[in-house]
């Protein structure tokens, strides 16, 4: 039987295996290996809508990277689990039965629940996350039912206890909204934006879980307030991303560049060259104007012995897009290595972004 079973196991990995492309080494190479990757657990897992969801993301960016690469057989296996993922829907899943349980059982079942529901959940979204979710919303709310239906509580201990962990929990979601409400302010993408509305929604379950558990404790009614009002005042998903990219258009055509300190012409000229040299490739865009924010050189020391090993002197900088857009780095460092004589081997360093979008008439 076990030789069967592992025949049959290595037969199914042969078919994925058989399936990949690994001479490939495109630009899209990592994306087609985490494709396959994740290709391989959806059987594991059982997670069949999941894992669709995530195989079609993956398939995007690769398309995205590399619109030459053949996405023939990632299309095929996706349409696969998509086959497996409807009949698994279609097919009543059982519920469990907790009638039969014994009381003590019942109580061990019940703080098993409320430990994964307020103690083991991670309330976060990020783009890697968005296509699943739906899928982590519905697992959350099914748990929710099943504490219901068993009827019954923990031992008082396991109760309190569970108690403070949710109180605690008040700072993260406060900050949560802090962070999601700050974030209208900056130049985020609609991913960014989607993100922040399934963050919003995942506390506003988390605290909605602990108003109809724990309906006594007044302080998790107030915070289930704060962040119903959050997720009622930004809408829906696509109001928010309209409220978003309305508000990155003022952004963009009102971002001008920051006062120079003096003009340089020699430095300026030597950070553009720099940046071409170093970011160009990463940010696909070319260096058009320097803007000077420091007059002077600072020494770069060694941080144990405090030897001066260079200088550098900080800028910012225009960059143009192939699509002709230009973008603004605020801050940006022109760094050369001391060689015991003077310094050479002039580098850019530190680009802390990719830059913000402005409006190419404004780089004057």
């Known amino acids: 039987m076990k030789v069967l079973s592992l025949v049959l196991i290595s037969t199914f990995f042969s078919g994925i295996l058989f399936s990949q492309d690994f001479a490939y080494n495109g630009p899209a190479m990592s994306e087609v290996k985490s494709f396959w990757i994740n290709a391989m657990g959806i059987q594991k897992t059982g997670k069949f809508a999941e894992g669709v969801a995530t195989l079609e993301t993956k398939l995007k960016t690769v398309k995205q990277k590399d619109p030459a690469y053949k996405t023939d057989k990632m299309e095929a296996e996706i349409t696969k689990w998509k086959n ?3 009949s698994a829907a279609t097919t009543e899943q059982p519920k469990e039965d ?3 349980l014994s009381p003590t059982r019942k109580a061990l079942k019940a703080d098993e629940l409320l430990r994964k529901l307020f103690d083991e959940v991670t309330i976060d979204v990020s783009r890697s996350t968005l296509p699943v979710v739906e899928f982590r919303f519905k697992e959350y709310t099914d748990k929710v039912e099943q504490y219901i239906s068993l009827n019954t ?5 396991d109760t309190r206890r569970i108690k403070t962990i949710i109180e605690k929990h ?3 979601t406060n900050q949560d909204i802090i962070n999601i409400e700050n974030s209208k302010a900056a130049n985020i993408t ?23 558990l724990f309906p006594e ?17 930004n809408g829906s998903l696509e109001s928010m991303k309209a409220g978003m990219s309305k508000n990155n258009e003022e952004k963009i055509k009102s971002r001008k560049l920051p006062p120079a300190v003096m003009k340089d012409a020699n430095a300026e000229k030597m950070i553009i060259d720099a940046f071409n040299k170093v970011y160009a490739a990463d940010y696909k865009g070319t260096a058009t104007k320097a803007i000077t924010l420091q007059s002077e050189w600072h020494p770069v020391k060694n941080e144990l012995t405090s030897v001066i090993i260079g200088r550098q002197r900080q800028f910012a900088i225009v960059y143009k897009d192939a699509d002709g857009k230009c973008y603004l780095v605020n801050s940006i460092y022109l760094y050369q290595e001391n060689n015991g004589g003077g310094y050479a081997n002039t580098t850019a360093r530190y680009a802390a972004s990719s830059g913000s979008e402005m409006l190419c008439e404004n780089v004057k």
């Open 84 to 86: 497996k993922a409807g």
């Open 98 to 100: 907790f009638t039969n």
């Open 153 to 157: 509580k923990p031992k008082e201990s």
């Open 170 to 172: 008040v700072y993260a």
């Open 190 to 212: 609609p991913e960014d934006a989607a993100a922040n509305f399934y963050l919003a929604r995942y506390n506003q379950l988390y605290w909605d879980a602990a108003v109809k």
């Open 217 to 233: 404790e007044s302080s998790f009614a107030d915070e289930y307030k704060a962040i119903t009002d959050l997720v009622n005042k």
